[in-house]
């Protein structure tokens, strides 16, 4: 089994930071990619930021410029730092890793979402 455990979540006023952190465990072999994505009430789920195994990142329009994704391969986490968030942020955050298991499964597999509120 894989699991993924997001932690850092609460509620922050505009301009303010936080930070998401998420740890992998469990049959892994190899892990690609990691990311994280988000989704608010009524709207579909989006990519926020992704990460290779190389250290390649991707973010969203939305919030380049503003959030810094990270990962320690060592230990198997990811994180990403949010700085100047604002109301529009506010969604359950997902954390994302794209890898292969010790019984040679490629897959995705999902954090359980942490909620994330930022207030005006």
């Known amino acids: 089994q894989v699991q993924l455990v997001e932690s850092g979540g609460g509620l922050v006023q505009a301009g303010g930071s936080l930070s998401l952190s998420c740890a992998a465990s469990g049959i892994m072999f190899r892990i690609n990619s990691m990311g994280w994505y988000r989704q608010a009430p009524g709207k579909q789920r989006e990519l926020v930021a992704t990460?290779?195994?190389?250290?390649?990142?991707n973010y969203a329009d939305s919030v380049k410029g503003r959030f810094t994704i990270s990962r320690d391969n060592a230990k198997s986490t990811v994180n990403l730092q949010m700085n100047s968030l604002k109301p529009e942020d506010t969604a359950v955050y997902y954390c994302?890793?794209?890898?292969?298991?010790?019984?040679?499964?490629?897959?995705?597999?999902w954090g359980q979402g942490t909620q994330v509120t930022v207030s005006s």
């Open positions: 990460i290779s195994k190389g250290d390649s990142t």
């Open positions: 994302n890793a794209n890898l292969l298991t010790t019984d040679w499964r490629t897959g995705d597999y």
